[in-house]
């Protein structure tokens, strides 16, 4: 008798002993998943606040630029896609679909941005508008905390990503539910190749 109550004391043990492992690994992997949703949330308040600075930009650039009216175009077309893309990736931060169409649109809106820039410093009078210069200012400031805000999404990623593919992690993650996600990478405006561009009226 005593025998059996201790092989069950033993076996209640253990069981706990499991239970409380799985409870401590459990709440790791919700710690850094809910880490890495945080730090998206910081990219989509830098895209929000570069996807705010593209009107003014327009604005200010299409009395210059009347006749490019398709680069402007394709700047308000880009810009759109990204605000829809963004809202999607918002809504499901990692999942492998809505950031590749968020880094997808993005990249178009960087290299719309690009052209629309390269385009404006053909001219004097629109390179000389405080406007412009403070659009421009504000434009670089946001692309570098967009850079920022997206290293340290990739790094928490790749923390709760490794968490969840290391053993004995990876029982409980599977068993949970915990899927991988997605790493971004955008492209800055500045940095998208600016084709050749007639500016003939």
């Known amino acids: 008798m005593d025998a059996v109550f201790v092989l069950l004391a033993v076996g209640f043990t253990a069981s706990l002993a499991l239970l409380g492992w799985g409870v401590v690994l459990y709440n790791r992997l919700v710690r850094l998943r809910e880490r890495f949703r945080n730090a998206f949330a ?15 930009l327009v604005e200010t650039v299409r009395g210059y630029l009347a ?14 896609a990204a605000v829809q893309a963004e809202a999607a990736a918002t809504k499901q931060p990692g999942q492998a679909g809505p950031m590749a169409a968020l880094q997808q649109a993005e990249s178009s809106l960087g290299s719309a941005l690009g052209r629309l820039l390269a385009v404006s410093e053909a001219y004097p009078q629109l390179e000389a508008d405080q406007q412009m210069r403070d659009l421009r200012e504000e434009l670089t400031s946001t692309e570098n905390r967009i850079a920022f805000a997206r290293q340290h999404y990739n790094d928490a990623v790749t923390r709760y990503n490794t968490a969840c593919e ?9 068993a949970a539910g915990f899927e991988t996600a997605a790493l971004l990478h955008l492209e800055r405006a500045e940095m998208a190749e600016a084709p050749a561009v007639s500016l003939t009226a």
């Open 42 to 56: 910081q990219i989509d308040v830098q895209l929000r606040r570069r996807h705010d600075l593209v009107p003014m």
């Open 67 to 80: 006749h490019e009216r398709a680069t402007l175009e394709a700047v308000i077309r880009a810009r759109a």
């Open 166 to 174: 290391i053993v004995p992690n990876v029982f409980v993650a599977r």
